[in-house]
């Protein structure tokens, strides 16, 4: 893209800020200023915009009732796993990480997987990733793809990591990085806002972003060719993480599921897991910080949290169900972010308050659309100990405990 295209383009979308300080910008950053607004789709652009001037989101129809949960024990345990494993050993199964997050509340530089986890191996949360995986391989005698989410900001390091540990032994052909899209920050007007005189603050688009980014990359065509049928999909902070479950599996293919879950009981009727629903027909997702009191403390007849069952995002999807939805414009959330910004001289400014917002798409927003929903309860104990934070709970200290 040249100056010339640039300054026509932003100027056709109101955005022509973005090129004021394009003078004093040395060749190295006039060049990775254009290549920033090069990635830009003003057309969801567009769309981001019109979010900041949208008058409150229309509140949701309908009461909000907890789904049925399959906790699958004996006969119906084995059919599912018997079910889950002529589809591994079918090579029906690819598995898909999102791994495109910032991880800034763990505050480790660099990607989040690199992270060194195992208490006595000092091994990375991709290495657990990995190896189970390869497992799977061994197992079913069976090529499984590896889908894995990054973003613009841990891309090279991603790669580098599965490069410097020799791939953890998987086929590196069998290991498919891609990127996920990312957005500019925008002020309460709706302006792309610079964090530098030569710079775009941009962030990524959310774990939702991975629908679209699986299709711009060509991941469906190529699951499509491997005959990829069921996408098991989880997040990288999580190294207890059963991957691609044959119960799971099973389940989600006998259900003739589009979108399954598991879910877990919540420690404590506040943890922060979002909460599966269904209402007017629907599934729908609601969000930790959304639920009331009374809906976090409501109880059964039999004392039992009446929602109880969590989701830490550990789903299979149906391969033609995310193509079909990759068509479609997902919802867009927005997060009031502090955002360094430029002021007129070109000096950078930090924020001490809030005062720009990020865009994201959240995965479970596709759950209204899914045709098939299947909730499948596990035990944490077994598969979930997340890494979320430095210290605390859902921590280094108490996942390697
Ligand atoms: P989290 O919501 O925990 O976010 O992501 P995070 O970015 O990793 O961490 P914080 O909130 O900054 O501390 C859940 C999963 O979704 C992925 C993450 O990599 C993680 O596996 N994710 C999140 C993406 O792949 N892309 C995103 O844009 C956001």
């Known amino acids: 893209m040249t100056y010339e295209q640039a300054k026509t383009l932003l100027e056709k979308n109101g955005q022509e800020q973005v090129l004021r300080f394009w003078k004093k910008l040395s060749k190295a950053e006039q060049t990775a200023l254009l290549a920033q607004i090069e990635t830009i789709d003003f057309k969801e652009l567009k769309r981001c915009a019109s979010m900041l001037t949208a008058t409150a989101a229309a509140a949701k129809k309908g009461k909000p009732t907890a789904p049925k949960v399959a906790e699958l024990k004996g006969a119906a345990l084995k059919k599912a796993t018997a079910a889950g494993e002529k589809e591994l050993k079918a090579g029906h199964v690819g598995v898909l990480l999102v791994a495109g997050g910032q991880g800034s509340r763990l505050g480790y530089e660099g990607p989040k997987g690199a992270y060194s986890i195992g208490p006595v191996t000092g091994a990375s949360l991709f290495y657990f990733h990995a190896r189970k995986i390869l497992a799977l391989t061994v197992r079913y005698a069976v090529r499984v793809p590896f889908y894995v989410m990054t973003s613009a900001a841990n891309y090279d390091a991603t790669v580098a990591h599965f490069e410097e540990n020799d791939y953890?032994?998987?086929?590196?052909?069998?290991?498919?990085?891609?990127?996920?899209?990312?957005?500019?920050?925008?002020?309460?007007?709706?302006?792309?806002?610079?964090?530098?005189?030569?710079?775009?603050?941009?962030?990524?688009?959310?774990?939702?972003?991975?629908?679209?980014?699986?299709?711009?990359?060509?991941?469906?065509?190529?699951?499509?060719?491997?005959?990829?049928?069921?996408?098991?999909?989880?997040?990288?902070?999580?190294?207890?993480?059963?991957?691609?479950?044959?119960?799971?599996?099973?389940?989600?293919?006998?259900?003739?599921?589009?979108?399954?879950l598991k879910l877990t009981a919540k420690r404590e009727p506040t943890e922060g897991l979002g909460m599966v629903v269904k209402r007017d027909g629907h599934f729908d997702m609601i969000e930790y910080t959304e639920m009331t009191d009374e809906m976090n403390n409501r109880r059964t007849k039999t004392g039992d949290l009446y929602f109880k069952f969590g989701s830490p995002a550990i789903h299979v999807f149906d391969r033609a169900f995310l193509e079909r939805e990759a068509a479609k414009a997902m919802p867009l959330h927005l997060a009031h972010k502090k955002i360094a910004t430029v002021d007129e001289k070109g000096k950078v400014v930090k924020a001490t308050e809030p005062n720009g917002y990020k865009f994201e798409k959240f995965i479970f927003d596709a759950l209204a659309d899914a045709k098939g929903v299947t909730c499948f309860a596990f035990d944490r104990a077994d598969e979930f100990s997340p890494v979320k934070n430095a210290e605390g709970k859902d921590s280094p200290a108490t996942c390697k405990a």
């Open 168 to 260: 953890f032994g998987l086929d590196p052909q069998d290991v498919i990085f891609f990127k996920q899209g990312m957005w500019p920050g925008m002020t309460p007007d709706g302006k792309i806002i610079l964090d530098a005189p030569g710079h775009i603050f941009m962030s990524p688009d959310g774990h939702g972003g991975m629908i679209s980014a699986l299709k711009a990359n060509g991941c469906f065509a190529d699951m499509k060719k491997r005959g990829v049928k069921s996408v098991f999909f989880f997040q990288v902070d999580n190294p207890m993480v059963e991957v691609a479950d044959p119960a799971f599996i099973g389940l989600h293919t006998l259900e003739k599921s589009e979108y399954s």
